[in-house]
C-alpha cells in the first residue's frame, strides 16, 4: 500500500534489508516495523540507516523473505568436527557486546597485548586498505568464511579478549 520496493530477511537474529520509496512512505514503513516489533514498548530502538538512492527503483517489487540467518554462514543446526554448533543459535544469548567507539578504544588501551585479540571481520581487500596495528586479517573474501576462520582459531582466543570490528 505504500508503494515501496526492495527486499527484507526475517531470521531469528534479526531483521535485514533494503528498502526505497517517497520520504512518506519510509516513515510509515519503519513507524509500523517500530510499533510491530514493540520498540516504544519497552524493546530497545532499532538502528535504521537511511541513504538517497535516487528516482530509479531497486527492485522490482516488495518482498520480505523468513530465511535461517540472515548471513549465510550454514549454522543454523549445524555440527562441526569441533563440535562448535550442534544446535540453533541462540544469538541474543550468545551474541557479544556492542560498544560505542570511545569504548571500543578504551579497552585496546588497558587490555594487555598478550591477553587481546583483535579481529577484522571484513574482507582480506578491505583489511588490506586499512585496519588496527596488530588486528588479525581472517582471511575471508566472503563473509561465509567466518565460522572456519572461528572454528580454526577456537584454541588460540580461548581465553582471551577478543574484539571484531568492520
Known sequence: DLGLCGRVLVAPE??????QGSSEALAAYQAAVDSALGVNAGRPPIDWKRSEAGARALFPDFAVKEV??????????????????????DVQAEAGVRLAPQDFHRLLGETPQ?????????????????HFDGATDPGMSHTAQWPR????S???LRGKRVMLYC
Open 154 to 156: 577456537l584454541e588460540e
Open 114 to 130: 598478550e591477553s587481546l585479540r583483535v579481529i577484522d571481520v571484513r574482507n582480506t581487500f578491505e583489511y588490506e586498505v586499512g
Open 149 to 152: 576462520f572461528v572454528e580454526g
Open 14 to 19: 534479526g531483521i535485514n534489508g533494503t528498502v
Open 68 to 89: 535461517p540467518e540472515l548471513v549465510g554462514f550454514g549454522l543454523h543446526g549445524r555440527r562441526s568436527a569441533g563440535g562448535l554448533v550442534d544446535r540453533p543459535l
